[in-house]
């Protein structure tokens, strides 16, 4: 029987990357649910539609095919109509698409039996918003991962700077408090801890410290 552990939080808590470190470490598959929203995000954007296009995305739903898959390093890539696009979702303009296009019950129905389906077949890691609320309710281990705002967008600037992308902090931190809000406030599956969530906040720590509190907390549940 396979093994699930859902890890939720706000943007920038470093999910993906510790999620990703931690499956590798337990041997699960890593599922990163949130580049399934920036893929339809950045479909919706190359399509000129604005967050308020609502309509035009789920029209889109129907037109397009969003896939997670590995490529020779057994890393995990996005695909969009079979174009890898897991460089070009990472922008801040493509995190509030994501943001937007996630609030969209369609948009969410779209992509739940592709993550559910995943995680009866493989031991996962899986992190997103509402992986232990929503998409994932029966997880073995739920994890709402967090950090202050002024942390979350300390490292999302280094890591856009890193990649050569001309950006502001001020501009990042005002972009994470703005899809903080968005995603809590969401009529549908907002941003929360799940009832029996273990809360870890990594403020202020390095990844190494990160990825080996939880781990701690992950082995003690399995």
Known sequence: MSVAIAIDGPAGAGKSTIARLAAK???????????????IGLAASRKGYTADDKEAVIGMLSTIKVELAFNEKQE??????????????????????ASAVSA?????????DLQRNMAH??????????IGTVVLPDAKVKIFLSASPECRARRR????????????????????????????????????????AIIVD?????????????????????
Not at 79 to 91: A, C, K, M, Q
Not at 121 to 130: A, F, H, K, P, S
Not at 183 to 195: G, Q, T
């Open 157 to 196: 600037y280094d890591e856009l700077v890193e990649k050569g992308m001309d950006v502001k902090y001020e501009d990042i931190l005002s972009d994470v408090v703005a899809r903080d809000y968005a995603d809590s406030h969401r009529d549908i599956a907002p941003l929360k801890p799940a009832d029996n």
């Open 76 to 97: 995990q890539i996005v695909l969009l109509d079979g174009e890898d696009v897991s460089g070009l979702i990472r922008t801040p303009e493509i995190s509030m698409m």
């Open 202 to 222: 990594t403020s202020g720590e390095d990844l190494e410290t990160s990825v080996n509190k939880l781990l701690t907390v992950m082995r003690e549940q399995l």
């Open 104 to 112: 969209i019950p369609e948009v969410r129905a779209f992509l739940l």
């Open 25 to 39: 470490e337990l041997g699960f598959i890593y599922v990163d649910t949130g580049a399934l929203y920036r893929a």
């Open 121 to 130: 077949t493989e031991n996962v890691i899986m992190d997103g918003r509402d």
